[in-house]
């Protein structure tokens, strides 16, 4: 039995889950955000949700908000038998929630109820955490509070960026979800297994104030923010005097008794900085206006260091 579904997401994250549930089932509808300025230029610039739902001739709606009863009368004519929501960005009210036949299922980045919110991929690599996968979860009014109908669990790479764990979530995700809809086409709903109350986290949504490196913490939790902020913000600090973004960087269990930012030594294979407990090796960085470049490189340019 094919569902009619009603897709509801906006980031490329989303993507994959978009196709998974067009390959399954019918996708009457995709909701995705207004589009928004980008770029250089500020030109209005379609989601790649939306994209993908074009190319798929799949009818598209960009509500700015599901509160009011226009919304609701626009989901009832649809009549969905589920919503998928991945990545949407607009809170759905209960009584938008409660219209679909077999209510909204969200795939969501983390092992709930760890990470719950907005950016659980790269606050996942910033705790140090080792491990985190994907929850198919049917929604309720809280922010990821529902019960969970599916889970997987991968392990995080020690060098692993946020950038590339959020693409093999990404593709994690959408194998859950079809895993969830093959359960319900045969008519086997999975079973729903409420979050516990213990290890609930929030995952703030991420700040560009936020990569500002602070050279007295850890070099073990400088890494960690270097990870999970690249691709976006990117960890930006002084060193030796000049403003750079880093992109890439490995903690040191190194003793000193330098002041945290000291340059400790300068090499081709990077170069440490004291920390408030050991030293980061910064391998990859980023001058203001140019692009990222290794650490060799970047000595060429600052003998001073050496």
């Not at 490329?12 to 089932?25: G, S, T, W, Y």
């Not at 994209?51 to 908000?65: C, N, T």
Request: charged share 20%; with cysteine.
């Amino acid at each position: 039995m094919s569902l009619r579904i009603v897709f509801a997401g906006t980031p490329a994250f989303a993507v994959p889950c978009l196709r998974a549930a067009a390959r399954q089932h019918e996708v009457v509808a995709v909701y995705t955000q207004p589009d928004r300025p980008a770029g250089r230029g500020r030109a209005l610039a379609a989601s790649p949700v939306k994209l993908e739902a074009i190319q798929r001739g799949i009818p598209v709606l960009q509500p700015e908000s599901l509160r009011a009863q226009v919304s609701r009368d626009a989901l009832r004519a649809l009549k969905p038998d589920l919503m998928v929501v991945v990545a949407y960005g607009l809170i759905l009210p209960q009584k938008i929630l409660d219209i679909p036949t077999h209510g909204c299922w969200n795939v969501h980045a983390s092992l709930l109820p760890r990470w719950r919110g907005a950016a659980p991929i790269q606050r996942a690599i910033e705790a140090g955490d080792t491990e985190t996968g994907v929850c198919l979860m049917r929604m309720e009014k809280g922010l990821d509070t529902g019960p969970v109908l599916l889970t997987q669990r991968i392990p995080i790479g020690a060098e692993e960026t946020g950038g590339q764990l959020h693409d093999r979530l990404s593709e994690l995700g959408a194998q859950v979800l079809a895993d969830g809809l093959g359960l319900l086409r045969a008519g086997l709903v999975p079973a729903a297994q409420p979050q516990p109350e213990a290890g609930v986290t929030y995952a703030h949504k991420l700040d560009k104030h936020e990569a500002r490196l602070d050279w007295t913490q850890s070099a073990a939790a400088l890494a960690n923010k270097v990870r999970a902020f690249n691709p976006w913000p990117v960890a930006e600090a002084t060193l030796a005097g000049e403003r750079v973004r880093i992109h890439g960087a490995t903690a040191l269990d190194l003793a000193h008794d330098r002041a945290p930012g000291t340059v400790l030594a300068a090499a081709r294979e990077g170069i440490d900085i004291a920390c408030g407990q050991g030293a980061l090796r910064i391998r990859v960085l980023q001058r203001e206006g140019g692009k990222a470049i290794t650490a060799a490189d970047y000595l060429n340019a600052r003998r001073d260091l050496l």
